[in-house]
């Protein structure tokens, strides 16, 4: 049987909360991990005891995006005294009530219907179909103690005694073979007012510069027969400005403007306001910076609208500055945090003001919005991500901001992890790791940056990393958005990522997709001449595992480089030093070594200058004076080990993993 339901017909979603939601439970713990499109229909029981009846407005969902995050969630029910039960595959049963497009990430998120609709009292079965995005839902028998059947107040009743989750059709709710599973309790939460009207309204946009044109759309639903008329004050002068059902305004002048819809039903007027809701010339304050030379930054103003004032404290003294929009500043030192505060003015607004700590460099920032962390109590963990360099030849990182569960005041060390190509898959795998650098401060906890240097810098040369960011004593927190993100600039892009638990580059649990709080703050060799050693590609084990290859002394010019070689089992090895990591005398670079009795180990360096090193208790050094000639400044080159190993392979040998190194002052 056909329900009487009568509801508005607009098509904009808004994403303003309604009244009273009832909730189910976002516990979680099942989902169909339907390929794209996906499509699952979620069913339940609704009983409405108000006598005045509800209007619901929007619905909060938990989703899993494996299947995509861009689709449609509509919302369908039965004539009052109806069921789901039985009903799941009987199209005959069911009206649909509210459609709206989506875009998701995972979690939970709040669908505000664009027509919201209305439910005399009775019973009711409700059907909520997604298209492209999976509904996450929960067994009650699992939890301890169950679920309930039912979760109720005293307006409305949500009846999962018989609630199901099944596969449907992207065009039919109630299509396709799978019966689905029962009970399963979806994962919701349904906004709704008492009575039989309601009465909201968007605009796009809400902010900017005079003359803004703004565009305004309702969102109506009522049990009284259709809306009859709008009426619109657009201004907050008590006087119609529009009759049109969706208007358009133009605010010429600065200023912060009350608005007020009027829909008229059969019954009469509702009426809803929302006061300083359209505002004209407030300015969100926002700069970036670029490195223009050493210690040098240029500023520039990205606040928008543009303001017509603006004020620097460019050094944190508390004194202004610069008052141009773009200035360009020299500090005594690189790298090091300063706090920046930009102060800016526009027409007859008030001053906005900007404090924002950053470092004298380069620098990528991902988002610092994240308040999740991995275990409470834990004693650590890491975000990990990738990094794709694209800078020649390559960037020194002298610092990060982080974003740390340790208390503020408290002391935080920051270890960093490379691997060559991805974290992904590798989380487990220690060996693949090394350690690139680390440093430890006094955290500033939740909601703050806290900004952790490196001495020396963490050198990554072109190329793709794996990188981990480890935080000892606590978590990291982080963002769960239900996928990977990218970001990047000119010279890399970062690619996110997951978070893992201590012992991390181990047993510690993975939590992925998750988006790391992480600004890097670094220099190119062109700006700032910083000698780097950064590895580029694993070595091979023998007895004693992966040869490793560390410099112990960076290659500045004028002074001597460094680099010991570990794991020899026979305290001998051969030293490889190459202008090149993609050609050799033998062939393009790497160069598998099976042929030669080796398998599974690559030579990455073209041997231009070899030398043999014979050390003692597994370990051997490589020794050498760089010339103090500047011209030699930003010259890269890479080395390599064989290590001897007789017992290893047919070859007698296993080789270390392979560094960029890089001459600097």
Request: aromatic share 8%.
């Amino acid at each position: 049987m056909k329900p009487t339901v009568l509801f508005a017909t607009f098509a904009t979603a808004l994403a303003l909360p309604a009244q009273s939601p009832i909730t189910s439970t976002f516990v979680g713990g099942l989902v169909i991990t339907n390929p794209g499109p996906a499509a699952a229909t979620q069913y339940f029981d609704v009983n409405v005891v108000n006598p005045a009846g509800l209007v619901v407005t929007q619905f909060d969902v938990n989703v899993n995006t494996t299947a995509g995050t861009s689709g449609t969630f509509s919302v369908w029910i039965t004539g009052v005294g109806g069921t789901h039960f039985n009903n799941q595959q009987n199209a005959a049963a069911w009206t649909q009530v509210s459609s709206d497009a989506v875009t998701f990430l995972a979690g939970r998120r709040s669908v505000p219907l664009s027509s919201p609709f209305w439910l005399a009292p009775g019973t009711y079965g409700v059907a909520l179909h997604h298209v492209a995005f999976n509904p996450v839902y929960t067994n009650p028998n699992t939890p301890v103690p169950p679920l309930p059947q039912t979760y109720g107040n005293a307006d409305v009743t949500l009846d999962m005694t018989t609630a199901r989750v099944r596969t449907s059709l992207t065009t039919d709710p109630f299509g396709g073979t799978a019966a689905g599973n029962t009970p399963r309790h979806p994962n919701i939460a349904m906004h709704y007012t008492v009575g039989a009207a309601f009465a909201d309204f968007s605009a796009t946009p809400t902010r900017g510069a005079s003359p803004l044109v703004v565009q305004f759309t309702p969102r109506v639903g009522t049990g009284n027969g259709p809306i009859v008329a709008y009426a619109w004050d657009l201004d907050g002068d008590g006087n119609t400005d529009s009759n049109a059902q969706n208007p358009t305004f133009t605010y010429t002048t600065c200023g912060n403007y009350n608005v007020t819809l009027t829909a008229v039903d059969q019954l009469g007027p509702i009426t809803v306001t929302k006061n300083n809701f359209i505002q004209t010339d407030v300015v969100v304050p926002s700069f970036t910076t670029s490195l223009l030379a050493a210690n040098t930054l240029q500023f520039t103003d990205t606040s928008s609208p543009t303001p017509t004032s603006w004020a620097w404290d460019l050094d944190g003294d508390g004194n202004t500055d610069s008052t141009q929009p773009n200035p360009v500043w020299t500090y005594p030192a690189g790298c090091g945090e300063v706090q920046v505060t930009l102060t800016v003015n526009r027409a007859c607004q008030p001053a906005a003001t900007l404090n924002q700590r950053i470092a004298v460099a380069q620098s990528l920032t991902t988002r610092f919005d994240g308040a999740t962390f991995t275990v409470a109590g834990n004693t650590g963990g890491a975000n990990l991500f990738d990094v794709g360099v694209t800078a020649t030849p390559g960037i020194s990182i002298c610092g990060m901001h982080v974003h740390s569960s340790v208390p503020s005041g408290g002391p935080l060390t920051v270890r960093v992890h490379t691997t060559p190509g991805t974290w992904v898959g590798n989380h487990a795998n220690a060996a693949v790791w090394r350690l690139a650098g680390s440093g430890s401060t006094t955290s500033r906890a939740l909601g703050q940056r806290t900004f952790v240097a490196f001495n020396p810098p963490i050198f990554l040369p072109t190329g793709t990393f794996g990188i981990c960011v480890e935080h000892l004593g606590a978590s990291p927190y982080y963002i769960n958005v239900g996928g990977s993100q990218t970001f990047s600039n000119a010279d890399l892009t970062l690619t996110a990522g997951g978070t893992q638990a201590e012992p991390v580059l181990g047993t510690g649990t993975l939590f992925q997709p998750r988006i790391a709080n992480v600004a890097l703050w670094y220099t190119t060799c062109n700006l700032v001449p910083e000698a780097g050693y950064g590895y580029f590609g694993p070595g091979c084990a023998g007895a004693l595992g992966i040869p490793r290859n560390t410099a112990s002394a960076l290659p500045k010019i004028g002074q001597a480089m460094s680099v010991q070689i570990d794991r020899l089992p026979q305290d001998v090895a051969f030293f490889l030093l190459g202008f090149s990591n993609t050609n050799s005398a033998f062939g393009p670079l790497p160069l598998d070594l099976s042929v030669f009795g080796a398998p599974g180990c690559a030579g990455r360096v073209s041997p231009d200058a070899t030398s043999l090193l014979v050390g003692t208790a597994n370990t051997a050094t490589f020794g050498l004076g760089v010339p103090n000639t500047p011209s030699l400044l930003c010259v890269q080159f890479h080395t390599q080990a064989l290590a001897l190993d007789v017992l290893a392979n047919a070859l007698g040998g296993v080789l270390s993993d392979a560094a960029t190194g890089l001459i600097g002052q």
